[in-house]
């Protein structure tokens, strides 16, 4: 079955330092990836996913992701934070091969200070 | 489009009391799901559909069920409301069958509380 762990439930960083919220997965087939992020009192919007195609991954306002196989991560990053950023970060895993559910880390709450 | 719509927002019960939760949705997705949010847990899913007719269990499915007589819609049921169901309830839908791959579209929420 598959699973995800985001390594680290709390990060805080400067404004316009870079941004690195870890995530790990596991799955028997070839996953795909996604991230999500939540600001407060929000629904939760697409940031970036990982369907198989280029494995470094562009998303909205100025994140990036790279899936490595070998060490099963899709870690989020992004060069300079800016104070808009502070939200709850979910990293997602789902296979379409195995079943159609869709598992969500448990969040990494992402603060910035000024 | 409005997107995914959830009604009501907020929602205040006693244990024991039963009610749905509506969700909606108006871009023609196959998949839709119910997640509850609790602090340091994530969303867990509830229940899931892949299509009208189709339903599924998620990772905590207890104390909830749903059905999908149409497309657009996917209501979540509370047949017995407990306090540990207290939570935000979140409804989602992406398109197509194979749909873990796309992306998902989440309503506002419903914050429920149940005394």
């Known amino acids: 079955a598959q699973s995800v762990t985001q390594l680290d439930s709390h990060v805080s960083v400067s404004e316009g330092t870079p941004v690195l919220l870890r995530c790990n997965y596991s799955s028997s087939y070839s996953p795909s990836l996604f991230w999500y992020v939540q600001h407060p009192n929000k629904g939760l919007q697409l940031l970036l996913k990982y369907t198989s195609a280029a494995t470094l991954v562009k998303g909205i306002n100025g994140f990036e992701a790279e899936f490595k196989k070998s060490e099963t991560s899709f870690h989020l990053t992004k060069p300079s934070a800016h104070m808009s950023d502070a939200a709850e970060y979910f990293c997602?895993?789902?296979?379409?091969?195995?079943?159609?559910?869709?598992?969500f880390g448990k969040g990494t709450r992402l603060h910035i200070l000024p | 489009n409005a997107g995914v719509t959830q009604t009501p927002k907020f929602q205040v019960l006693k244990t024991g009391q039963s009610m749905t939760l509506q969700c909606a949705q108006d871009?023609?997705?196959?998949?839709m799901s119910w997640y509850r949010q609790d602090p340091g847990m994530g969303l867990r899913l509830i229940h899931y559909?892949?299509?009208?007719?189709?339903?599924d269990q998620g990772e905590v499915p207890n104390g909830y069920n749903v059905s999908r007589s149409t497309t657009e819609d996917f209501p979540l049921r509370l047949l017995s409301a407990a306090p540990s169901q207290t939570s935000v309830y979140f409804c989602?839908?992406?398109?197509?069958?194979?749909?873990?791959?796309?992306?998902?579209?989440f309503g506002p929420g419903t914050r429920l509380t149940v005394l």
């Open positions: 989602a839908s992406s398109y197509g069958q194979g749909a873990s791959a796309d992306t998902q579209y």
């Open positions: 559909s892949v299509g009208a007719g189709i339903t």
């Open positions: 997602v895993v789902s296979d379409i091969n195995r079943d159609d559910k869709i598992i």
């Open positions: 871009m023609n997705h196959e998949y």
